[in-house]
């Protein structure tokens, strides 16, 4: 090998040399630009959540208390009917003809009642003179009484007769929206014996929502609010229909005396408007209630929230740009965004906000102040 070329070897591996020393200086100008951020820490309120159903205020059945041929069925079923609104006809025919008898009866026994009492009047002008006798007088006077008697009598009838007729036009007991008819229009109905379920009224221009609590969550939020101001706004709850649904407002106005020993829970009922009809009764809901107040709570996004096999995490971000790997102990959610942190971050330090997947235990960043 000449000179020439023994030269220009040496220069290449010098060259190359130089290199592989200025490489790891160029990697660390380049570490990356990542956003971080420093916890908040301020007072909030708790929530749990509870399964429960909805129930009308007040579901009713429309019955029929007489028998007979169904003549008319007005309502359309689903929609709303009106207090005292005509819902049913039942063939009124036999009930008429028997308050026309009883109103007969009531005049035969008005009739009757006007005779003996002139005649009762006549005795006792005849007795003062001596004309009848003392006998005569008590059966004059009994005769009025039995007829007072029998007015009475037929005026019940007649009432009882009247009653009946009234049940074949069924009425709305109250407003609310009415189920689907259980007869047909010409199908006989036997109701004088034993009522016969027409259909059914649901109230529900106000609802109620059920839920239970077990007794030792009971307890808890019991000691948690205590240690608040109470206040009406504590019986307050939200009621959803779904995730992510507008919540309705409700106020809880019962609290069951008892724990039920089968299940171990409590039951209590909230009152809640239901202006347009949307909550129906039987309806399945989320029932989210106030649980405890937290001072100096410790929250980050739940977005920066990683979980792994061994639970939560954060990358906290040292004095030194250094990303550490940091298990962390949770305490629910704050506002369905922010993560209630009870340990493994302080309130100084910083952490990683926003992607995650671009850093690792150990690695060296450049860290960016979230704004």
């Keep these: 090998m000449t000179s020439r070329n023994l030269f220009i070897c040496f220069f290449v591996a010098g060259f190359i040399l130089q290199a592989c020393r200025e490489k790891p200086s ?10 971080v951020a420093y916890p908040q820490q301020r007072s909030v309120t708790l929530y749990k959540e509870y399964p429960g159903y909805i129930s009308a205020w007040n579901a009713v059945d429309v019955v029929a208390r007489v028998s007979g041929y169904l003549r008319e069925s007005r309502p359309e079923a689903g929609t709303l009917v009106k207090q005292g609104e005509l819902l049913y006809v039942i ?16 005049l035969n026994a008005r009739a009757t009642l006007d005779y003996a009492r002139n005649n009762y009047t006549r005795m006792k ?42 049940y074949c036009y069924v009425r709305s007991p ?12 010409g199908g006989y109905i036997s109701g004088a014996t034993s009522p016969a379920r027409l259909s059914t009224v649901y109230q529900d221009s106000a609802v109620y929502a059920y839920f239970s609590i077990e007794d030792a969550q009971y307890l ?10 109470p206040s009406a706004a504590d019986r307050k709850v939200e009621v959803y229909t779904r995730e992510n649904s507008a919540p309705y407002s409700g106020t809880v106005g019962y609290l069951s005396p008892n ?24 309806l399945y809901v ?37 990303v550490n790997y940091r298990h962390i102990e949770t305490s629910g959610t704050v506002e369905d965004t922010l993560t209630i942190v009870e340990s493994g971050l302080q309130p100084g330090e910083r952490y990683v906000s926003k992607a995650l997947l671009k850093v690792r235990d150990g690695m060296i960043v450049n860290p960016r102040l979230e704004p």
Excluded: C, F
Aim: proline residues 3%; negative net charge.
């Design 26 to 35: 160029a990697v660390s100008e380049e570490a990356p630009l990542i956003t």
């Design 91 to 106: 063939e009124p025919t036999l009930y008429e003809n028997a308050v026309k008898q009883a109103e007969a009866g009531v």
């Design 125 to 166: 002008e005849a007795r003062s003179s001596n004309a009848v006798s003392e006998i005569d007088l008590i059966q004059a006077r009994s005769n009025m009484q039995i007829a007072e008697a029998a007015l009475a009598n037929a005026e019940a009838a007649l009432n009882t007769a009247q009653t009946n007729l009234s």
């Design 174 to 185: 109250y407003t609310g929206h009415i189920s689907l008819t259980a007869y047909a229009v």
């Design 220 to 229: 808890t939020i019991v000691e948690n609010l205590r240690k608040m101001k």
């Design 259 to 282: 724990i039920n020993l089968s299940t171990g829970t409590i039951t209590l009922r909230a009152s809640i408007e239901n202006p347009r009809g949307e909550l129906k009764d039987g």
């Design 286 to 322: 989320t029932v989210r209630i106030k649980s405890a107040y937290k001072e100096n709570a410790l929250l980050v996004p739940s977005l920066s929230v990683g979980t792994d096999q061994l639970g939560k995490y954060l990358y906290v971000v040292g004095a030194d740009n250094k």
